[in-house]
């Protein structure tokens, strides 16, 4: 299979350099050349297959002309070492909890998949492969993790001095082996600008294999659609009208959706749900796009105010603006509205986290205007990793799990950086 650019449909390359790469040379971002659509009938088997059956068939499809059965095989079985379990929480509201990998945020599915899927391709290169990485927080985490110990890789994580919780710095900084920590004096959009910049710098590319790990990357980007063909399976009712709400930043995951509805997902409806970075939401309601700068908010994972994946998006939809419009539509919350829902909720006998709050919150809205749709919202992350916000909102006590406590008690190592390239290219250039 090969992959162009959204910038240039004539820019073509294969798997490999599509995942090396993770940004085309001309700044836009990989999109399978043809995107393999399964028969109506295997939607109503899907109920019939695990997780990881469902897993086998779909990255089969995607990735059969690249790797072997046994490579396909490998992939699923090390992504999918943990359930996605769909949680009704009033009726036609569910929960798709994404939070039970390693690092408690969905982020692990994507990371986990992309760390294996690297390592095939790196294969035995005598030269070590850099991974750039910028993160708000959950990214950082997943994709250490993920890399964590893999041969032949290191990865070089930057993120925003003070922006990110506690925890979820713990989890990336503390690990030390071929995890680099750089602390940006600046918020994520600097950090993601650094990334960019350093991958179409020629000097640095000269000496150093870079690559990314971030939703950009077609091997982050790709198995995410898994969990809406597993969420839709485990519906007990399969009714024409389902719709998705994703909490969305650099709308990675719901650029996911779509592609699994282009796969013949029968989803009619998507809710692209935000914070105040509204980007998206603003579009979607007949302006243009305008990137902004990224207000920091109580979901501090979508604080993104240029989101990464939206050429992704308008690519799926071929540039079709009203067709885009009409399938996905977009809210946005405040912080007050997202801690009344995390109020609401507990109430209800379930603990939303702020960013699955969001995604709660938009489902709700649209069913105002139509009530006879199932919906499911994803909930991305587990409360447990956004402990004071949570505790703070159903004034209660947390109860970690066991994963996430491990990680408080290791030591932070990090190295800090200005936001200027200059600085970042001086300490690229004395890697070896
Ligand atoms: C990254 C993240 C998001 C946003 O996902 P995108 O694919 O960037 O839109 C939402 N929630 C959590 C908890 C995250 O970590």
């Not at 899907?46 to 695990?50: A, K, Q």
């Given at each position: 299979m090969q992959y162009y650019s959204t910038t240039n449909r004539e820019l073509k390359v294969s798997l490999q350099e599509a995942v090396l790469k993770g940004l085309a040379p001309d700044n836009g971002l990989f999109m399978p050349l043809t995107i393999p659509t399964f028969p109506e009938a295997w939607m109503e088997e899907?109920?019939?297959?695990?997780f990881r059956e469902i897993g086998y068939r779909v990255i089969g499809a995607l990735f059969s002309s690249d790797l072997t059965d046994a490579q396909i095989q490998e992939l699923v079985d090390h992504t999918l070492t943990f359930d996605a379990p769909l949680v009704e929480v009033e009726q036609n509201v569910f929960s798709?909890?994404?939070?039970?990998g390693p690092t408690l945020a969905f982020k692990d599915f994507g990371a986990r998949f992309c760390a294996k899927l690297l390592g095939m391709l790196v294969g035995t290169s005598a030269k070590k492969t850099r991974i750039l990485v910028a993160t708000s927080g959950d990214t950082g985490s997943a994709v250490a993790n993920g890399f964590l110990n893999v041969a032949g890789v290191e990865v070089i994580i930057l993120y925003p001095k003070g922006k990110v919780s506690l925890l979820q710095e713990k989890q990336f900084t503390t690990l030390g082996k071929n995890i680099i920590c750089l602390e940006v004096e600046g918020v994520f959009d600097d950090c993601q600008a650094l990334v960019k910049q350093a991958f179409l710098d020629p000097e640095l590319n000269e000496k150093l294999i870079l690559t990314s790990a971030n939703s950009i990357n077609v091997a982050r980007w790709i198995p995410q659609c898994l969990y809406y063909f597993y969420a839709y399976s485990r519906l007990p009712k399969k009714t024409e009208k389902i719709v998705f709400s994703v909490p969305s930043g650099n709308f990675g995951n719901l650029a996911a959706g779509i592609l699994a509805q282009r796969m013949g997902l029968p989803i009619s409806q998507f809710i692209a749900a935000t914070n105040e970075n509204k980007v998206v939401p603003t579009f979607l309601t007949g302006s243009y796009f305008e990137a902004k700068p990224s207000i920091p908010t109580l979901?501090?994972?979508?604080?993104?105010?240029?989101?990464?994946?939206f050429p992704r998006l308008v690519n799926l939809f071929e540039g079709d603006e009203e067709k885009f419009r009409n399938q996905v539509k977009g809210y946005f919350f405040s912080d007050a509205q997202t801690v009344q829902a995390m109020q609401s909720v507990y109430r209800l006998g379930y603990t939303l986290d702020p960013h699955g709050a969001i995604g709660y919150l938009g489902l709700k809205k649209f069913l105002e205007i139509d009530k006879d749709y199932q919906g499911i919202f994803l909930e991305?992350?587990?409360?447990g990793k956004f402990q004071e916000v949570v505790e703070k909102a159903i004034s209660e006590k947390l109860k970690l799990p066991e994963r996430l406590a491990i990680f408080q008690k290791g030591e932070k190592n990090t190295i800090p950086l200005t936001a200027s390239f200059e600085s970042f290219k001086q300490f690229l250039s004395a890697l070896d």
């Open positions: 899907l109920s019939n297959l695990s798709l909890e994404l939070f039970h979901s501090n994972a979508m604080d993104v105010g240029n989101p990464s994946n991305t992350a587990h409360p």
